[in-house]
Every structure is written in C-alpha cells, then in structure tokens.
C-alpha cells in the first residue's frame, strides 16, 4: 500500500499564492506521473497539472503561465506552486500518483490519490 499525503491549502486573496505539497510513503519502486487534480462543486474532477519522472510537464489551459508543478523524486514528493490565484481556481485539490509498488509477489504498478485539500480563493 501507499499513502500520499498532501499539505498546503488554505484561504487566499485573489492574486496571491500558495504552495501544495504531496509526499508518497509506502512500498514504492518508482512514480512515473505524478500531479494535482481539481474539483469544484457541482463540477467534474479535472487535471490541473502533472510532473512525469522525466522531466515532461503538462498543464491545464486555464492554469498555464500561473502555476508551475515540481517533484522531488528522492522524496517521492510532487509540489505546485500556484501564482495569480483567481476565485474561479477555488476547488478541492487532489494528489494523483501512477505507482510502482512492491508486493509479496513482485511489482504492479497501481494508481493512487490523496484525501484532498482545500484551495479557496476570495476577497
């Protein structure tokens, strides 16, 4: 089994910024994606921004230019660093990880999320 563990959301006036943390603990091999997904009320659950261990990065339209997502692999740790926050950024933020785990009989690779923190944005 692995946990993720996020930190760092909060209440934010608009065009201020926060900082997310997400670390992974558990039986890990490897992460190949690693990201933050989005949810508002009454809306779908959508990609905010992903980090793949290679160094590619892939954003969603709407955050391109404001938030920049960062690992740090040797921690199994993904951050984003939201800048420009804007009212319609408020969601509940998810931790997404494409695992590599050790089992009993080997590896498998598993997809996991977090619990969720909340990001709210508003004068």
């Known amino acids: 089994q692995v946990q993720l563990v996020e930190s760092g959301g909060g209440l934010v006036q608009p065009g201020g910024s926060l900082r997310l943390s997400c670390a992974a603990s558990?039986?890990?091999?490897?992460?190949?994606?690693m990201g933050w997904y989005r949810q508002a009320p009454g809306k779908q659950r959508e990609l905010v921004a992903i980090?793949?261990?290679?160094?590619?990065?892939n954003y969603a339209d709407s955050v391109k230019g404001r938030f920049t997502v960062s690992r740090d692999n040797a921690q199994n740790t993904v951050y984003l660093q939201m800048n420009s926050l804007k009212p319609e950024d408020t969601a509940v933020y998810y931790c997404?990880?494409?695992?590599?785990?050790?089992?009993?009989?080997?590896?498998?690779?598993?997809?996991?999320w977090g619990q969720g923190t909340q990001v709210t944005v508003s004068s």
């Open positions: 997404n990880a494409d695992v590599r785990e050790r089992t009993s009989w080997g590896t498998r690779t598993r997809d996991y």
């Open positions: 980090g793949y261990s290679g160094g590619t990065t």
């Open positions: 558990g039986r890990i091999v490897s992460i190949n994606a």
